[in-house]
C-alpha cells in the first residue's frame, strides 16, 4: 500500500491560492491519488482525484508530477469557506470492484482574512 | 443525483446498551458500501465494506458488526458497547466494480460511549 506525506498544516491568505503538497513516493502504476476535505464535525468531502494527468474540476486542480512520487492539489482562490483538513489519499484496491481509501492526519489549512 | 443519509447524528449510549446505527443511499444501484470509524483526532479506519446484499467483508476485529438487509441500506451494530467503541462512525458509498470510483461519505454519528 502506498504511503502519503502531508505537511501538518498550512496558511492562506483569503483569494490567494492555496497549494497544498503531497509526496506518494511508494506508488504503484495503477494507484489513483485522491483528495478530500473534512470540515469539523462532517464527513470527508470528495475533491478530485488523477493517475497520471493533471486534472481540474470546478473546486480545485490536481497536478501529478511525471514520476508520480507527488502531487500538489491548488484551491485557486481561497475563501474561508475552504477552512478544513485536507486529505491526499492513494486507493487501494479491496475485492471486487470495493475501494479502501485510507486517510492519515492530512494537512490542516486555515485561510486567513 | 445521488444521496446519502446516516443517522442519528449524535448519539450517547451507556457502556453495555446495544448500538444501530443505519446509513442508506438514494440514486444509485447496487453501490458498494463503507462504514469507517474516526478517533478524535486521528485518521479514518476501514471498519466494514460490502458489495452486496448481505455480503460483509469485515477490517478489523471488534465488537460491532454490520449487515446489508437491502441494496441501499447499511446497518452498523453491537450487542454491547465498550467505552473504546466512542467515536465518529462513517458511511460511504462508491460505484460497484470501477476501479477509480471515488467514495463519498455521509455527515456521520458522533457516538459516545458513557
Known amino acids: 500500500d502506498a504511503k502519503t506525506t502531508q505537511p501538518p498544516s498550512m496558511d492562506c491568505a483569503e483569494g490567494r491560492a492555496a497549494n497544498l503538497p503531497c509526496n506518494h513516493s511508494?506508488?504503484?502504476?495503477?494507484?489513483?491519488v485522491y483528495w478530500y476535505r473534512q470540515i469539523h464535525s462532517q464527513g470527508p468531502q470528495y475533491i478530485i482525484h488523477g493517475l497520471k494527468n493533471n486534472e481540474t474540476n470546478e473546486m480545485a486542480s490536481l497536478i501529478i508530477t511525471e514520476d508520480r512520487k507527488s502531487s500538489t492539489l491548488i484551491l485557486p482562490h481561497a475563501t474561508l469557506r475552504d477552512t478544513a483538513v485536507y486529505y491526499c489519499i492513494v486507493r487501494e484496491r479491496r475485492g471486487t470492484g470495493a475501494n479502501n481509501l485510507f486517510f492519515g492526519t492530512g494537512t490542516r489549512l486555515t485561510v486567513i482574512p | 443525483s445521488q444521496t446519502i443519509h446516516q443517522w442519528p447524528a449524535t448519539l450517547v449510549q451507556p457502556v453495555g446498551s446495544p448500538l444501530s446505527l443505519e446509513c442508506t443511499v438514494e440514486?444509485?444501484?447496487?453501490?458498494?458500501l463503507y462504514w469507517y470509524r474516526q478517533a478524535a483526532g486521528r485518521g479514518l479506519q476501514l471498519l466494514f465494506y460490502?458489495?452486496?446484499?448481505?455480503?460483509i467483508s469485515s477490517e478489523v476485529p471488534q465488537n460491532l458488526s454490520a449487515s446489508r438487509p437491502q441494496d441501499r441500506q447499511f446497518i452498523l451494530s453491537s450487542k454491547k458497547l465498550l467505552l473504546s467503541d466512542s467515536g465518529f462512525y462513517l458511511c460511504?458509498?462508491?460505484?460497484?466494480?470501477?476501479?477509480?470510483?471515488?467514495?463519498?461519505f455521509g455527515n456521520g454519528t458522533r457516538l459516545t460511549v458513557t
Open positions: 460511504a458509498w462508491s460505484v460497484w466494480d470501477t476501479t477509480n470510483s471515488p467514495l463519498h
Open positions: 511508494t506508488i504503484s502504476g495503477n494507484e489513483y
Open positions: 440514486g444509485t444501484s447496487n453501490p458498494n
Open positions: 460490502s458489495v452486496g446484499i448481505g455480503q
